[in-house]
């Protein structure tokens, strides 16, 4: 899962991340301001953004109506000390208010979870297929499945989106530290590892090709 963080302190981040890598495979991104924010929407996917409030409700709205034409499901989450104007925050778009307790890391990435419980999962276990993230390691009919690196990643992250398509652009933004260097054939390569090894432990195909949209992952 990628993350953009807006408005935060680089250390408060790097905290924030190591809380929230407890409960997902994820990349964070940190944006200066709302205007940095920008330059970061316009060229990656998120499925995350976590703001802090600057105050200034035109760039906000502006801001939130930009993300989610971009990508419906991408969740926002805003820190403010403004309590009394929750509504306002909700009727703007956003899908949580924090008020209190910003200035710690754990409490914060808590909150994450509860927004984004559907895509957490320390395993995966699907009739005799045991996928461990947390450790990972897979396991088939209590076979061991050798799979390391972007290649367990990416099953990892279908496998939690189950009958999702994600594009081999989603992919690699969910998954690479700096996408824009990395080309399609590397997601392509990846995924034709994960079949050619999982196949020749389970006798099917798991991830599948939905034509001109890219891969789902379906048992």
């Given at each position: ?13 790097k ?12 990349i ?8 940095d ?5 316009d ?20 801001y ?6 971009k990508?419906?499901e ?18 703007l ?31 995966v ?5 045991v996928?461990?993230?947390?450790n990972?390691?897979i ?29 081999k ?24 590892q ?9 006798g099917?195909?798991?991830?599948h090709?939905?034509?001109r ?7």
């Amino acid at each position: 899962m990628r993350i953009l963080t807006v408005g935060f302190d680089d250390d408060y981040v790097k905290e924030l991340e190591k809380e929230l890598e407890k409960y997902f495979i994820c990349i964070v991104d940190n944006a200066k301001d709302m205007y940095d924010a920008t330059n970061f929407t316009d060229f990656r996917h998120y499925e995350l953004v976590i703001i802090v409030d600057e105050g200034v409700k035109f760039s906000l709205e502006r801001y939130v109506n930009e993300v989610k034409k971009k990508k419906s499901e991408t969740k926002i989450i805003i820190l403010t000390d403004k309590v009394r104007q929750q509504k306002e925050f909700f009727d703007l778009g956003i899908d949580d208010v924090i008020t209190h307790h910003t200035e710690h890391p754990d409490l914060v990435a808590a909150r994450v979870l509860a927004n984004m419980r559907h895509l957490f999962g320390t395993q995966v276990n699907i009739d005799k297929l045991v996928i461990d993230i947390a450790n990972k390691k897979i396991e088939f009919d209590e076979k061991i499945v050798s799979l390391n690196g972007k290649t367990f990643d990416i099953l990892a992250y279908l496998a939690l989106r189950k009958q999702r398509v994600f594009s081999k652009d989603e992919i690699i933004n969910a998954l690479w530290e700096e996408p824009e260097y990395v080309s399609d054939n590397t997601v392509e390569v990846a995924i034709n590892q994960i079949r050619k090894r999982l196949k020749s432990i389970l006798g099917f195909q798991v991830i599948h090709t939905v034509r001109r949209r890219g891969y789902k992952f379906s048992y």
